[in-house]
């Protein structure tokens, strides 16, 4: 999970806010108006202010992706559900591009919005003092880097609601932190050394890779203390 700038939300859910059938007072009414929205001209905002990104676990999507059976590969999850409030179905800012979460590939590790299901969320990955309160830790025994929070409610969200440190993520995120590494020892063999020389490569790669960062690279934000 890393810190998101929300843009202006695409035409497509202007259009639907301002439809004079739109009724967002009752659960299936506004899920009614949420499913008139065009969903992809929404995943590809999502991915794009995402820097193609789940916002919860990390992992890459693509908004133009498919499965087998024609089904889209990039989720748009609402932080707060409608059964919550109803009235955020097409608030932009309450609306997010997630992975799969494992359902496709048979639910064997349940995370992310499909783990999440009705649950609301207090974290708030547009805000930064939400964000502030993640950090990563190693666990005895356990390979991995794993995502918490000493904020409780936060703790609850990453660890139980979004199972966040389930299957490989503690593991893909140290891998992710070590290659990151490795580039920068390479990238200045004669320094500068440490944290001065993984800043100034992440500024690199943030530029070169624009808007499609490499998958988990919000570990190395957070690491660097640049969200």
């Known amino acids: 999970m890393r810190l998101i700038a929300k843009k202006p939300p695409p035409p497509t859910v202007t259009a639907t806010q301002r439809a004079p059938t739109t009724n967002l007072e009752r659960k299936a009414t506004a899920r009614t108006a949420f499913d008139q929205l065009g969903k992809t001209e929404v995943r590809r905002q999502l991915a794009e202010e995402q820097r193609h990104l789940c916002v919860f676990c990390m992992r890459r999507i693509d908004p133009n992706g498919v499965d087998d059976h024609g089904n889209a590969l990039t989720i748009i999850a609402h932080r707060i559900p409608l059964s919550s409030e109803s009235t955020r179905a097409l608030d932009w800012n309450n609306l ?132």
């Open 96 to 227: 997010f591009g997630s992975c799969d979460g494992g359902q496709r590939s048979g639910g064997h590790h349940r995370t992310c919005d499909f783990a999440q299901g009705d649950t609301a969320l207090s974290v708030d990955p547009t805000q930064r003092r939400w964000i502030a309160t993640l950090r990563y830790e190693r666990r005895n025994g356990r390979k991995g880097l794993f995502l918490t929070s000493d904020d409780p409610e936060v703790r609850r969200d990453v660890e139980a609601t979004l199972r966040l440190n389930d299957g490989d993520l503690p593991a893909a995120r140290e891998a992710a932190w070590d290659a990151f590494r490795a580039r920068s020892r390479k990238r200045f063999p004669k320094g500068p050394y440490g944290m001065p020389a993984h800043k100034e490569l992440y500024a690199e790669e943030s530029r070169t890779h624009g808007t499609k960062l490499p998958e988990w690279y919000g570990v190395i934000e957070k690491k660097l203390g640049v969200f």
